[in-house]
């Protein structure tokens, strides 16, 4: 949903699931933040989404643009809020029911939301579940590894899967005080397409006559997450205080198999190819103080502990543990109606300690065949102790300027660092979830940038035009680039190496609204972004795609219907060993209509994507590897019931 704002993309990673991307930025460089509190997961693959659950989420918002100086420095790229309900200032008793299709995987959820609003006191209670099947793509093959595997009845076999989602929220609200709590826990499980997923087997990939069935090599992961907040004000001060444990239990599940004749299977839980445990403790506190009405500042500390456990009989992340520690200081200056100051300052300190591995079984494999002493001692430690310690501070100074009512030029200029994470200095091995082998470097330092942003705003009674650019200079920017070299271990492909270099990335977006009169809307929205590798002169691997898009909207009261047609231009700005990926032009539609049936107003949207069933490719996939097209057409109908009863 949230793609429609430019300079926001979506990676897709299957059957229904997305990692976002904020101006050409992903992974650890864009926060996530639900309740308050940084969603802490296995963000750093490619091939895994977020455990939030979708029914739960009332409203977003994006931070476009670094925002380290209140996030961390995951939030170097942007960061994403994600609301739940907000308190009905009514005491009641209110709740809706939700149900969602979508026909290119056969996608069934529904969600039950129940909430109690009395007095200062407020509870909501929700569970979610949903069931997909394998997810059609227009194509009749795909190549991996340079063969060719065929996608029987345009299915990709066993990417069904299904969710469970719980949440419980409590809050306190009065005059000076007010205190929420909430817990909650999300299980997502998901076949793996068993194509590419340890050694291809052509005879894997018939169709078993079940869309729904999930066979191994699959996926699960349950995340539970507990928070708590708590504000107090007093006089002209705010003291805002929040804590939160969560657990992310990650497995890889596939059939045991083994590169090297020497390797047998374990004794328990033979086919658990992978295994990741992540506990984080999170907590800050905040005091803002507002001694005027034209000037406010805000000063926090912030400190996390997150810890790495790893198992199965494959390897591709360390055990690790990691201590970080922030203070930070904002402001807000309003010097005249027209002209505003905000900015500020924030020092973080981290340590990450991550412990070595060695792979016997490849030791002997190498040894058996022929490789040399150095090839061994390579390969066979995945993973050596790895002791460091990273500091540096970051700032930021943003002016707002009101040329006229309808007017207004915003300039921010700031410099943000990130560390880097476990994956980016300690990974080594196979991750068939993103078809290649991943290499990380123990050398690698913190990773700083400069950023400008300039956006103009002009809003009348019909129209609204946003332009804005940005730049952003890195002197160490860490990406993960193909080597070219070619793997020494079997089934493996090529080498992906986590490397830094100076690098730009720029580029500028537009959005315009034009009301052409009480019922007819006209939408443009348009994004462009110029990645440089300034050391090797080539672009970096994994830009955007840039793209045009335009909606036409008749609505009324209690119906609305568009039309949007969405241009794709074609990437051919792309790293050494990166494919080119062709545009496409999309076309889609969608209604909404509010239905009023006694005291009930349930709300019905019927969407479809890619009418013409295009086949095109999304540059930012890692299924674009192996040829995998993005879905075909795909018809969704969400259904909405909110009922409430005053007490």
């Not at 929700?126 to 099947?133: C, I, P, T, V, W």
């Not at 374990?266 to 507002?290: C, G, H, M, W």
């Not at 926090?300 to 810890?307: A, D, L, M, N």
């Not at 992906?496 to 939408?523: D, P, Q």
Request: hydrophobic fraction near 35%.
């Amino acid at each position: 949903t949230i793609e429609n704002i430019p300079g926001v993309r979506a990676m897709n990673i299957g059957s229904g699931f997305a990692k976002p991307m904020i101006r050409g930025m992903a992974f650890n460089r864009v926060s996530v933040v639900e309740n308050g509190i940084k969603q802490e997961g296995q963000q750093w693959g490619a091939d895994h989404g977020l455990e939030v659950d979708a029914f739960s989420v009332n409203s977003v918002n994006v931070i476009k643009g670094p925002a380290s100086l209140l996030y961390g420095s995951d939030a170097m790229g942007g960061v994403i809020e994600l609301n739940r309900e907000e308190t009905p200032k009514s005491d009641m008793i209110y709740g809706n029911v939700s149900t969602l299709y979508r026909s290119v995987n056969g996608y069934f959820g529904g969600s039950v939301m129940l909430g109690l609003n009395k007095g200062s006191n407020f509870w909501m209670i929700r569970y979610s579940e949903s069931h997909f099947g394998d997810y059609k793509i227009p194509a009749d093959t795909i190549v991996y590894l340079t063969r060719k595997l065929p996608v029987y009845n345009g299915s990709l076999k066993n990417t069904a899967g299904y969710e469970r989602d719980g949440s419980i929220t409590y809050r306190k609200s009065m005059k000076q005080y007010y205190f929420e709590t909430s817990i909650s826990d999300v299980y997502q499980k998901s076949g793996f397409y068993p194509g590419a997923h340890g050694i291809p087997d052509i005879s894997r990939l018939e169709d078993d006559g079940d869309r729904y069935n999930i066979e191994l090599p699959y996926s699960d992961v349950n995340h539970f997450k507990g928070s708590a907040e708590m504000k107090v004000n007093i006089n002209s001060a705010i003291l805002t205080a929040n804590i939160g444990y969560q657990n992310n239990h990650r497995r890889e599940m596939s059939l045991f198999h083994t590169h090297y004749s020497n390797q047998e299977a374990p004794e328990k839980d033979p086919n658990k190819e992978l295994d990741f445990t992540l506990q984080t403790v999170d907590a800050y506190v905040r005091s803002r103080f507002i001694p005027s009405t034209a000037f406010e500042h805000t000063i926090g500390v912030e400190i996390k502990h997150q810890e790495n456990g790893s198992g199965g009989y494959s390897f591709l992340l360390p055990d690790f543990r990691q201590n970080s520690e922030a203070i930070a200081w904002t402001f807000r200056y309003n010097k005249s109606n027209r002209f505003s100051f905000s900015g500020g300052i924030r020092y973080d300190n981290a340590r990450i300690d991550i412990k070595s591995h060695q792979d016997r079984y490849l030791a002997e494999y190498l040894l058996q065949q022929g490789y040399s002493d150095k090839d061994i001692e390579e390969y066979s430690w995945n993973s050596r102790d790895i002791k460091r310690d990273f500091s540096d501070m970051s700032f930021s100074l943003g002016a707002k300027y009101a040329i006229s009512p309808q007017q207004e030029l915003l300039v921010n200029i700031g410099r943000s660092f990130r560390t880097p994470q476990a994956n980016e200095l300690s990974a080594n091995g196979v991750h068939h979830g993103t078809f290649r082998h991943e290499q990380g470097s123990s050398n690698l330092d913190s990773e700083k940038g400069w950023q400008l942003g300039i956006s103009y705003n002009m809003e009348s009674k019909k129209v609204t035009v946003i332009p804005s650019i940005f730049f952003n200079y890195f002197e160490n920017y860490i990406f993960l680039r193909p080597s070219g070299e070619w793997s020494i271990l079997p089934h493996a492909g090529q080498i992906y190496r986590f490397t830094s270099t100076r690098a730009v990335i720029a580029g500028g977006e537009l959005m315009m609204n034009i009301n052409l009169n009480r019922n007819w809307l006209y939408e443009l929205s348009a994004e462009y972004i110029y990645t440089y590798n300034c050391k090797e002169k080539i672009p970096l691997s994994f830009s955007p795609q840039p793209t045009l898009r335009n909606r036409v909207t008749w609505k009324n009261d209690v119906f609305s219907i568009h039309a949007e047609g969405v241009a794709i231009a074609k990437q051919s700005r792309v790293d050494r060993n990166e494919e080119v990926t062709g545009g496409a032009f999309l076309l889609n539609m969608g209604s909404t209509a509010k239905i009023k049936i006694g005291s009930l107003t349930p709300e019905i949207t019927v969407s479809v994507h890619n009418i013409t069933n295009r086949r095109y490719y999304n540059h930012l996939s890692y299924y674009r590897k192996i040829e995998v097209p993005e879905p075909g057409r795909n018809i969704q109908i969400l259904i909405n019931l909110p009922f409430k009863k005053l007490l």
